[in-house]
């Protein structure tokens, strides 16, 4: 079959995919067509969001499917999937606490992330180009809150003393922002710091008195069972209001977070086995951070991710090396650990009732994250530090990643 006719098939299933998404609550069934035609056109741009997240997934699994051949042009295959089985010294093998180093740069992130506005943090599919001309969206890590990302492998974290004046407004959780229609008044303000249309008397800036009181308001709305008895957390990005700064989202997300562990007060006689299947965290958790545009001064530098502790660089830190050496060395590279993995967004395309919604952070791992802040929450000197010349170097003279720089524009690693 020809590569044209594969990625005309590829786009025909999933756009079927797409149809089985569920139809927006409050469509059909009598209801207004106002509110119909809203919610259609948030769940049109949903779809295309989607789409385009599917074809990236595909263009970085073909491109790094390349990489593991046993043909002389990518690793050497051993029968363990063309990577170096693991063992002491390896790729991928946990970094020895001898052979952890922190320099000044890491010692300034893992103070932001101890701080009460956290370190901000943007995930990218591509290295190619850092800087940004209009507003974007960020994440802020703080040291009592859960580790999740946006689903990139790979992306940028910025200056902690330039956030506050790049941060244009902040959302307890990933609020749709690119659908957020309401313009605002003050031509300063982006349009993702704007209301969406079917929540617009809510979804503005927050006036809550306090992380508390945020906590109760958007609990009640969120949790109350729709027409199927069941809770449907797919409305709650469209209802989230917006903080200023940092700080206040923050508070408000970890009271948010706290008060869920426990049925709502109207759920009836709910088991608390019950409500652990039917509570998820909308999208993969994390919170997204509104900045505005931002040139190479304001990047600290760029970061690989990945859960579990500190390790040896693998082949999935290609892309942050590759950037680091046609940058001739000066952007720093650090290593972000310990950060929860999130499935793609493809598989919102299956049918199933387990995988069908936007969200991927369940009671488990709500569970896990009060149990580690009931320990002290994280300790930012486990979860970043910057990356030696030496490890990156190793890493590219390994055969493993490609050596070339036009190479940057055809990695996308998710």
């Not at 999933?14 to 207004?32: N, S």
């Not at 000044?104 to 591509?126: F, I, N």
């Not at 003050?186 to 617009?200: E, I, L, W």
Request: hydrophobic share 35%.
């Amino acid at each position: 079959m020809r590569e044209g006719t594969a990625l005309q098939l590829l786009l025909k299933l999933a756009v079927l995919g797409l149809a089985f998404l569920p139809a927006p609550q409050g469509c059909g069934d009598g209801a207004a067509d106002a509110d119909c035609e809203v919610e259609g056109s948030e769940l049109e741009v949903m779809k295309v969001s989607l789409l385009q997240h599917q074809l990236v997934h595909q263009r970085s699994t073909e491109f790094y499917s390349t990489l593991r051949k046993p043909d002389g042009h990518g690793a050497k295959h051993n029968g363990h999937g063309g990577l170096p089985k693991p063992g002491h010294g390896q790729p991928g093998d946990p970094l020895p606490d001898e052979e952890v180093r922190f320099t000044a740069a890491a010692e300034a992130l893992q103070a932001a992330m101890m701080s009460p506005e956290g370190l901000v943090v943007k995930a990218k599919r591509s290295l190619e180009h850092l800087e940004e001309t209009s507003a974007t969206s960020a994440s802020a890590l703080r040291w009592d809150l859960p580790l999740t990302l946006y689903f990139s492998s790979q992306g940028i974290i910025f200056r902690p003393e330039r956030v506050r004046n790049l941060t244009r407004c902040s959302y307890t959780f990933d609020a749709l922002s690119s659908n957020r229609s309401v313009l605002v008044q003050d031509a300063a303000v982006p349009p993702q710091c704007g209301a969406s249309k079917r929540f617009s008397t809510t979804s503005g800036r927050c006036l809550h008195a306090s992380p508390g009181q945020y906590a109760s308001s958007f609990y009640k709305r969120i949790l109350t069972p729709n027409s199927r008895g069941s809770f449907d957390f797919q409305l709650m990005p469209q209802a989230l209001c917006h903080w200023q700064g940092t700080q206040e989202m923050l508070d408000a997300e970890r009271a948010l977070l706290e008060a869920s562990l426990m049925p709502p007060d109207d759920a009836g006689n709910m088991s608390h086995e019950a409500w652990k299947k039917a509570w998820r965290a909308p999208h993969g958790g994390w919170n997204e951070v509104i900045l505005g545009p931002y040139n190479g001064d304001d990047i600290a530098g760029i970061y690989w991710r990945h859960p579990g502790p500190f390790r040896r660089l693998d082949w999935t830190a290609c892309t942050a090396a590759l950037k680091w050496r046609c940058s001739a060395g000066k952007i720093k590279v650090f290593e972000l650990a310990h950060i929860k993995r999130v499935p793609h967004w493809d598989l919102l395309l299956q049918t199933t009732e387990e995988s069908r919604g936007i969200t991927r952070f369940d009671m488990d791992d709500l569970k896990s994250w009060k149990d580690t802040l009931d320990h002290g929450g994280w300790n930012a000197t486990e979860v970043v530090r910057q990356i030696t010349k030496e490890e990156l170097r190793k890493l590219l003279n390994s055969g493993i990643c490609p050596t070339e720089c036009s190479k940057l524009a055809n990695i996308v690693r998710s």
